[in-house]
Nanobody, 131 residues
Framework: SVQLVESGGGSVQAGGSLRLSCARSGTTRGNTRGNDCMGWFRHPPGKERVGVAGIYTGSGRTYYDDSVKGRFTISRDNAKNTIYLQMNSLKPEDSAVYYC????????????????????WGQGIQVTVTS
């Protein structure tokens, strides 16, 4: 099975930065169709879980939701089986539980639906931005 372990969350003032990390281990089971898509989702209180960034770790192709474009950067280190989310210019509305996800397909364009909802999830990590 696949394990995803997030780290790097916490509390920061508006305008500040945080960097999330997600280390992947294990393999997809049996007939489960895994791939090299990984991403970051966030789930604010009382709202739906939304995919904010995605990356195909093989090609490096990336995706960003409009709400984070220009402020967040997703990257990968394939040697460490780890992806990162660098979050700059943070706003209070960025506060949420952030989840690392894997084995997915993100939208071909911003604002579209994820073509395949992730098969694997991390445990989630809290990010709080204070004004």
């Amino acid at each position: 099975s696949v394990q995803l372990v997030e780290s790097g969350g916490g509390s920061v003032q508006a305008g500040g930065s945080l960097r999330l990390s997600c280390a992947r281990s294990g393999t997809t089971r049996g007939n489960t169709r895994g791939n090299d898509c990984m991403g970051w989702f966030r789930h604010p209180p009382g709202k739906e879980r939304v995919g904010v960034a995605g990356i195909y770790t093989g090609s490096g192709r990336t995706y960003y939701d409009d709400s984070v474009k220009g402020r967040f950067t997703i990257s990968r280190d394939n040697a460490k089986n780890t992806i990162y989310l660098q979050m700059n210019s943070l706003k209070p509305e960025d506060s949420a539980v952030y989840y690392c996800a894997a084995d997915c397909d993100f939208p071909p364009a911003t604002g579209g639906a994820w073509l395949r909802w992730p098969l694997n999830w991390g445990q989630g990590i809290q990010v709080t931005v204070t004004s």
